[in-house]
Nanobody
Framework: QVRLVESGGGLVQPGGSLRLSCTAS????????MAWYRQSPGNRRHVVAR???????EYRDPVEGRFAISRDNAKNTMYLQMNDLKPEDTATYYC???????WGQGTHVTVSS
């Protein structure tokens, strides 16, 4: 069993930055491929970025070049650095253990002036 807790969401103006964190309980974090998903009202939840056990990252097109996913296995924590935020980035962001059904509770990001 893995428990995931996200933090770092909030209200930010367009062009601003936020850093989300996802901390996992239990052991085995370094062996998991991790991902950030997001869901906005009326839309499906979809992956934003993914990082494998070797630290290789991949991104969906709308965020590539603006977001950076990283992980610190010593802290059992994954991060999402979000820069140049746009109103369309407004969503609830979830972290997930890929290929397993472990989700965090979500942290909300609002980008608005």
């Amino acid at each position: 069993q893995v428990r995931l807790v996200e933090s770092g969401g909030g209200l930010v103006q367009p062009g601003g930055s936020l850093r989300l964190s996802c901390t996992a309980s239990g052991s085995g974090f370094s062996g998991y491929t991790m991902a950030w998903y997001r869901q906005s009202p009326g839309n499906r939840r979809h992956v934003v970025a993914r990082i494998d056990t070797n630290g290789r990252a991949e991104y969906r097109d709308p965020v590539e070049g603006r977001f950076a996913i990283s992980r610190d296995n010593a802290k059992n924590t994954m991060y999402l650095q979000m820069n140049d935020l746009k109103p369309e980035d407004t969503a609830t962001y979830y972290c997930k253990v890929e290929f397993e059904n472990y989700w965090g509770q979500g942290t909300h990001v609002t980008v608005s002036s």
